[in-house]
Each structure stands twice: as C-alpha cells, then as structure tokens.
C-alpha cells in the first residue's frame, strides 16, 4: 500500500467531498477518484458509497482504515524525528490523551512545571477519529491518559484522576422531570445521556435535538439554548460553568470515571512522569472539593 493512499483515505473521510479534498492534496478530481479505486481493488472491498459525481460517503470500513492510517502516518512522522534528531538536542516527551483532558488538566501542569525540565520538549497529541488505548500509546507515544485500567507485563497504568459526570444544563431553567429538556450528545455509539441517565430509569430515551462530536461545540450550544441538557464530565463543562454561562448536577457518586495515566516501567521520563501524576492527583482533590 502507498504512503500517500493512507493520506487519500485520511483525507476523504474527514472531508468526503472530492473536489475539495483534491484541492487540498493538490491533485485533480479525476486522479483521487481512480486512486480510491485502485486502493478499493487492492483492498478487495469498497471503503466508500458514492453519491454523485462528487459526493462520497464513507463506509465502516474507510473508518477503520482512517484509523490505522492515522496511526502509520504518526508513528512514521515521530520515527523520522527521532532519526533526526541531534544527541545535543533537548528530550522529546509524547503524551497523547483525550483532547479537553489534554487541554484543561495536562496544559496548566506542562506551565507550570517546564521550567523544572529545561531540557525537555513536550509533544501533546489528541486523536480526532479514535479513543485513546494502550496500543495507541504503544505505537509511538512515551505515556498515554486511558479512560479504562491496562496492564502488560511492560506497561505501568497507574490511576491519573476521576472525571465526574453530570448533567451539563442552561442556568435559566431547572427541569425537575428530566424528559422536559431539550437534549443533546456527543456520540450515537457511546452515548452518556443514554449511559447514566436513560439506562439507569431516570426517564425514556429523548429525542435528540443535536448530536456533536465536539464536546467544546456542545456545551457552546446547550450554553447558547435556554431549556436545553447534555450529560459531560466536569472539566468539559467547566469554563462556561466559571463563566456563569451553564449549571453543573452531578450524578451521584457512582457517576464517577477514573483515568489513568500508561507508560512503559523503563521508562527514561521517570521524573516527569511522577511530576504528572502528582499533579494529576492534586487536580482530582481540589475537583471534589469544588463539587461538594
């Protein structure tokens, strides 16, 4: 398979319009359109339905196949980097993780502490198509922050903090039957609207009024729509609830969901790493005494 087949699939899945996304790769229309045949006809399976002359649709299966190619394409750009890079160079440190978790909790800590590692680059990554797995940290990351406990006999996975999940609300108005809100989501498949408040008999499966894969966008629109809810972890929420834009219920103690943070146990990183965790813990500590 070509390298530059992953970057064709990549692209057309984020953006299935083949005009567009041969503008982008710099090709014409006609030549991506062959190529995705070409790859369909190596594979032995379509990746993508189409819909007119331009419009494509992608199937499972060019979901799957983004996926990998995301990773082929970061494990490679990360190998060249390390191939490349003089021994009188600082240390590069990888951590990949859920984007607002990244954003929110790892990003204050890497202010406050670079100064202690003056000699280490921080490399931050998110993944836009797939959740954070121990693979994932396996394939070119120096620690990753999973939503579920990993063990190998080479791996440590040590708790990082809790997320606290709640309902996510407009400050105008509090609904005591759950049902009179206008909901909203993040994911058709994993769902945690459906997840803590419709599989536990807190009320029916509501109709959706929005779903929305990005989590910023979604507490921008419940912010944006009096009567409206969605159900999100605490450090999702948190800065339109400082601002006073939204109201935060947590669900109970049993809605609680640890994080952990893997690395491998020879790692060089130790004492970052312990730094992390530290504040990891802290972060977690002064989250419960907020929501008490």
Known sequence: ??????????????????????????????????????????????????????GLKPLPAALDFARTAEEVMRNWEAGLRR??????????????????????VVLPWWVREAAKFPR??????TSSISRVSLETVQAGADAG???????LANYVCK?????????????????ENLADYRWGT????????D????????????????????????????AASPGSATVLPWHAAKELVDAGRLRFEPLGRDAVKPLFLAY??????????????????????SLEETLR
Do not use: C
């Open 1 to 54: 398979m070509d390298f530059e087949h992953l970057k064709i699939i990549r692209a057309l899945v984020e953006d299935p319009h083949l005009s567009r996304t041969a503008a982008r790769l710099h090709l014409n229309q006609s030549a991506v359109s062959k190529r995705v045949q070409a790859i369909e006809t190596e594979l032995g399976f379509p990746l993508f339905e189409r819909r007119g002359p331009r």
């Open 195 to 222: 997840t803590w408040i419709v599989k536990r008999a807190r009320m029916p499966t509501p109709i959706y009024r929005i779903y929305w894969q990005d989590l910023t966008a979604l507490t921008h629109w419940v």
């Open 159 to 175: 708790p990082f903090y809790s997320e606290t999940w709640g309902i996510v609300r407009h400050p105008s108005k509090r609904h």
């Open 83 to 104: 191939l490349q890079r003089a021994p009188t160079e600082p240390d590069h440190f990888v951590l990949v993780g859920p984007q607002l978790v990244m954003r929110e």
């Open 264 to 285: 491998p146990r020879n790692s060089p990183h130790k004492a970052l790493i312990q730094s992390l965790l530290a504040h990891g813990r802290a972060y977690g500590e």
């Open 120 to 125: 280490q680059e921080l490399e931050a990554r």
């Open 145 to 151: 922050i999973l939503e579920h406990k990993e063990e």
């Open 186 to 193: 993040y994911s058709l498949t994993e769902n945690p609207v």
